[in-house]
T-cell receptor
């Protein structure tokens, strides 16, 4: 079993749609959680950190369920520019400053 | 404004010919990482430096080596590249003691082609 699992997609949605991505992780001792965005052939960039209380940044909402070891990302009012791969990332058990990346969920927003 | 810089952006080498990729940072972060990322896969950590301390991942082949001569620079050496080493190589930095959330900052990557 992979340490971080994501549905690879692609999710193909029209502009303006709401789309949700889910992610599960196997290490219950993980302390840090993130969503990174990666455009085609570019480097990953931090989209948002994920906190236990849930957090929102504009059209993006992230939630963490520690009991179920589950992380989600909700994108409202999708834009064409949201098309990218979204990587679920958690810290490692042996070292909190080392991260484990999921393989990513690809999002395609069509006009 | 570039914070993590990687050179070259594209590298073509021949099978078995040693190659060195470089990374520099202006963030003064004490941790530097090297990742390998193949198409449609997650970035895979090869090794990292915490200050001067080198930490190799258990499954990183001996073919991959690294040097960190100072805080700002880190190099990835591939001693005898094979066709399977063709990938994007990403350098990242972090400052765990300052940034409590352990965010990592990535360079633009070097895309390696092995002929």
């Amino acid at each position: 079993r992979k340490e971080v699992e994501q549905d690879p997609g692609p999710f193909n949605v029209p502009e303006g749609a709401t789309v949700a991505f889910n992610c599960t992780y196997s290490n219950s001792a993980s302390q840090s959680f993130f969503w990174y965005r990666q455009d085609c052939r570019k480097e990953p960039k931090l989209l948002m950190s994920v906190y236990s209380s849930g957090n929102e940044d504009g059209r993006f909402t992230a939630q963490l369920n520690r009991a179920s070891q589950y992380i989600s990302l909700l994108i409202r009012d999708s834009k064409l520019s949201d098309s990218a791969t979204y990587l679920c990332v958690v810290s490692r058990m042996d070292s909190s400053y080392k991260l484990i990346f999921g393989s990513g969920t690809r999002l395609l927003v069509r006009p | 404004d570039a914070m993590v810089i990687q050179n070259p952006r594209y590298q073509v080498t021949q099978f078995g010919k040693p190659v060195t990729l470089s990374c520099s940072q202006t963030l003064n972060h004490n941790v530097m990482y090297w990742y390998q990322q193949k198409s449609s896969q997650a970035p895979k950590l090869l090794f990292h430096y915490y200050d001067k301390d080198f930490n190799n991942e258990a499954d990183t082949p001996d073919n991959f080596q690294s040097r960190r001569p100072n805080t700002s620079f880190c190099f990835l050496d591939i001693r005898s590249p094979g066709l399977g080493d063709a990938a994007m190589y990403l350098c990242a930095t972090s400052s765990p003691m300052i940034r409590q959330n352990n965010e990592q900052f990535f360079g633009p990557g070097t895309r390696l082609t092995v002929l």
